[in-house]
């Protein structure tokens, strides 16, 4: 997972001449972006004091992870943190050369389960879950979704895959090592998180 790196701000602000309010649009990202965390969550704090050193204010607007996309391609928001640099993108918008974090991919399952895989076709026996709009896969494992190589069950936010997860609903849902385990802290109680490696 790729995160665009506040240097397009840098390049950003040189485009601008007077001192603007700047629109981010957000989506959750516990515990990098949050509207439940103070200043936004430590990736939108960031933003706003490169902002501020620019001449300019930052207004956030939080939406679901596809509309805040959506939001920078219409002209609704300048610009928006969270999304993995891919081809398809990058015809679209603007990224900057590095990443401000990198998180990699990971299965989170059941403990006990069968979930043992080490090539892609290996997945063809399980369910995963994943968020839509979620783009954080390589583009081999998007297009063995599309060819339906992949059962991929795909949800709105990662609390739903964890209550399918803990009810055998899903085999598997894709996470990330650094974000995942502070949702499941948020979202599921002591036993629960004990079920899941």
């Known amino acids: 997972l790729l995160f665009v790196s506040l240097g397009i701000l840098i390049t950003f602000s040189k485009g601008i001449t007077r001192a603007e309010t700047i629109q981010l649009a957000q989506y959750e990202l516990f515990p990098l972006a949050s509207e439940s965390l103070p200043h936004g969550g430590v990736a939108c704090r960031l933003a706003r004091e490169a902002f501020v050193r620019q001449g300019h204010e930052i207004k956030i607007r939080w939406y679901p992870l596809k509309r805040a996309l959506m939001s920078v391609e219409k002209g609704i928001a300048d610009f928006s943190m969270g999304w993995r640099k891919m081809p398809k993108r990058e015809k679209r ?15 989170y399952y059941r403990k006990g389960s069968n979930f043992n895989w080490h090539t892609m076709d290996d997945l063809k026996q399980f369910r995963i879950g994943y968020l839509i709009g979620g783009k954080s ?41 650094f974000i995942t385990p ?16």
């Open 93 to 107: 918008f603007i990224f900057n050369n590095a990443p401000l974090i990198y998180s990699p991919v990971t299965f």
């Open 137 to 177: 896969l390589s583009e081999a494992f998007l297009e063995a979704e599309k060819s339906g190589m992949l059962m991929i069950d795909r949800v709105v936010t990662d609390d739903l895959n964890f209550h399918k997860l803990l009810s055998n609903r899903i085999d598997a849902m894709i996470g990330s090592p």
């Open 182 to 197: 502070f949702l499941m802290k948020k979202n599921l109680t002591t036993e629960q998180r004990a079920m899941l490696v």
